[in-house]
């Protein structure tokens, strides 16, 4: 748990209240609850010897999505990521 706590950089609480130690905790939940969802879809697809969930995140913020009114756009998406999506079963980019 010590690693996952520097991993989400929560090592400093300036907390003064019970609300916001319960927003803290709640928000380390989810964080939690959010990597070990990840990790499971890397674990499912057999890629735990490549693949981390810090990595996943990073290559997926390769990608940006830009809006202007009500049109929507996404950035190119590498190939390397498109592979990476496809193998964990995430349809997140549309079919080009």
Same mark, same amino acid.
């Given at each position: 748990m010590l690693v996952f706590k520097s991993l989400?950089? @929560?090592? !400093? =609480?300036?907390?003064?209240?019970?609300? @916001?130690?319960? *927003?803290?905790?709640?928000? *380390?939940?989810?964080?939690?609850? =959010?990597?070990? !969802?990840i990790l499971n879809r890397i674990k499912k697809a057999g890629m735990t010897a490549h693949l /981390?969930?810090? *990595? =996943?995140? =990073?290559?997926? /913020? !390769?990608?940006? @999505?830009?809006?202007s009114g009500e049109e929507r756009a996404i950035?190119?998406?590498p190939k390397q990521v498109r592979k990476i999506a496809e193998r964990l079963e995430l349809n997140i980019f549309p079919n080009i």
């Open positions: 989400i950089q @929560a090592d !400093k =609480l300036y907390l003064r209240d019970a609300t @916001a130690v319960f *927003g803290h905790v709640f928000v *380390g939940f989810l964080c939690l609850y =959010l990597y070990c !969802k /981390s969930p810090h *990595g =996943l995140l =990073l290559k997926l /913020s !390769k990608v940006y @999505a830009v809006r950035t190119e998406v």
